[in-house]
């Protein structure tokens, strides 16, 4: 697929965005559902982009930058995969290698958040200097360079892939025997699966785990649309924060755990 010059300026601009989201989290445009839905949309390919974000977002919900420990590249890995899922053409059917494509550039980002975090020291003594003589302005034109160099980490990549011929990215994407693709897709499921394993490992508690084995069952109900289970959702949430006011108020103070403050009552 070719894309206009209109396209390509908007996906430069949305990868630019979503490399200064890595750092700012304000409107999370590094998020793989927001970045993939956007580059979907701009290209004309938005039911495609909202699979591959949706499905790298249940990936992404197990990366978290823990102490010194980095997390794979979110950014750059829905900004590249969606690029190469509109430039391959093959639509829906190509979100499966697409994903198997998105895990090894999420780490291949780590290596690009190392440099542009290294050229950032330089610039972090920059703004020491200024803020000893008061120099207000100036620390803030440091700031917005350095937000502009997390940027320029996602962009230059998404500009390299899109001005390598849509053919070529069709061709190499076509010549990929069954196997491995059929393997890559497995593997992509697999990775989802061990990601959102990773965020119940880390919220997994008593209170939780009965609101968890409630959306299993009834996620397994086909009847029911998304919009239900989420209002379901909200249900149970809303629920859940009466429970913890109640438990919160019972015996002069709670204990915690909104669920065992009320079984205490009785």
């Keep these: 697929m070719t894309l206009s010059i209109i396209a390509i300026v908007l996906v430069l601009i949305v990868a630019f965005l ?30 495609a982009g909202v699979i591959l974000g949706g499905t790298l977002q249940m ?7 823990i102490g010194a420990a980095v997390a794979p590249d979110a950014a750059l ?16 059917n190509g979100v499966s ?22 050229l950032a020291v330089p610039i972090v003594h920059m703004m020491d200097a200024a803020a000893e003589k008061g120099n207000i302005g100036q620390i803030e034109l440091l700031q917005i360079l ?17 001005f390598i011929p ?24 697999m990775v989802v699966a061990v990601g959102y394993a990773m965020v119940i490992n880390m919220m997994a508690n008593k209170e ?14 086909s009847q029911l649309t998304l919009i239900a289970l989420g209002a379901l959702g909200i249900a149970l949430a809303l629920i ?24 205490n009552d009785y």
């Design 146 to 162: 350095a937000i502009c160099m997390q940027g320029l980490r996602i962009a230059i990549p998404a500009g390299a892939l899109l």
């Design 59 to 65: 990936i992404a919900l197990g990366w978290a930058n």
């Design 97 to 118: 290698t697409a994903i198997a494509v998105a895990i090894p550039l999420a780490v291949a980002g780590l290596f690009l958040t190392m440099i542009v975090r290294t």
């Design 18 to 47: 979503a490399g200064m989201e890595g750092i700012l989290d304000q409107f999370q445009f590094h998020q793989p559902l927001v970045a993939c839905s956007l580059i979907g949309l701009v290209t004309g390919n938005l039911e």
């Design 208 to 221: 939780v785990w009965p609101f968890f084995i409630i959306g299993f069952v009834v996620a397994a109900i």
């Design 240 to 263: 859940y924060l009466n429970l913890s006011e109640r438990g919160g108020s019972s015996n002069g103070g709670g204990h915690g755990d909104p669920l065992d403050d009320i079984l």
């Design 77 to 92: 890995a829905s900004v590249a995969s969606a690029i190469i899922l509109v430039l391959g053409g093959q639509g829906i």
């Design 166 to 189: 849509a053919e070529v990215v069709q061709n190499t994407l076509n010549s990929m025997p069954e196997w491995l693709t059929t393997g890559m897709a497995i593997g992509g499921g």
